[in-house]
């Protein structure tokens, strides 16, 4: 079984650029998370979507970050415009309805110039 | 809300050597879940063992084990006959077991640990 699928899982912009990471979850899961994990520190939280819907996104910063699952399978966070401070590791995770157990995607590290 | 501290940056033991990795947490919330996951250099986040709050017994997986202090807020991950493939960064974390925060982890900062032949 395919895990979490993330791409891409290298990318470099210079600041004030758009950037798009892309996320598609385990087959079946209908909760999608994004985390953002900076060096040297644990993930934090982003954006919970349960199906299609944004059950928690009071940890996103709304005025340059944006997600969506349109069709409640894969998502996609943009940034725009990205600042030098975005540079981090954008982590997608998924796990079924009502289990607590998280399964991680391998990242996109992200570098702004 | 939860926090979650690791006081422990790095940790180091010997192969078959015993290594437990300590952590305490804070909620309001009467149940949780708690879990630690380990996160090799290749990044990739992996369950390791979870326990439930509401259970008295400790979480038991192959040779990773739990100590669950419930008055004393504390859940530590004991790793029995360590191999080289336990070095990772570990991380504690924990989630309130419903509610509109249910499944959101809060992470600990993590500890390095390092396995040495």
């Known amino acids: 079984e395919a895990g979490v699928v993330q791409s891409p899982r290298y990318k470099i912009i210079e600041k004030k650029q758009p950037v798009a990471f892309w996320c598609n979850p385990i087959s079946g899961h209908n909760t999608l998370y994004w985390y953002l994990q900076n060096l040297g520190q644990g993930p934090e939280l982003l954006i919970r979507y349960e199906n299609e819907e944004a059950v928690d996104d009071s940890q996103l910063p709304k005025d340059r970050f944006s997600a969506e699952r349109l069709k409640g399978v894969d998502s996609t966070l943009k940034i725009q415009p990205a600042e030098l401070g975005d540079s981090a590791v954008y982590l997608c995770a998924s796990s079924l309805e009502d289990d607590n157990e998280q399964f991680f995607g391998p990242g996109t590290r992200l570098t702004v110039l | 809300a939860q926090t979650v501290t690791q006081s422990q940056p790095e940790m180091s033991v010997q192969e078959a050597e015993t290594v437990t990795l300590s952590c305490t947490y804070d909620t309001s919330e009467s149940n949780y879940y708690l879990f630690w996951y380990k996160q090799p250099p290749s990044r990739q986040m992996i369950l390791v063992i979870r326990?439930?709050?509401?259970?008295?017994q400790n979480a038991t997986e192959n040779r990773f084990s739990v100590n669950f202090q419930k008055a004393a807020k504390s859940f530590s991950l004991k790793i029995s006959d360590s191999q080289l493939g336990d070095t990772a960064m570990y991380f504690c974390?924990?989630?309130?077991?419903?509610?509109?925060?249910?499944?959101?982890?809060?992470f600990g900062q993590g500890t390095i640990l390092t396995v040495h032949p």
């Open positions: 974390a924990g989630s309130n077991a419903g509610g509109t925060s249910y499944g959101k982890l809060t």
């Open positions: 326990q439930e709050a509401y259970k008295q």
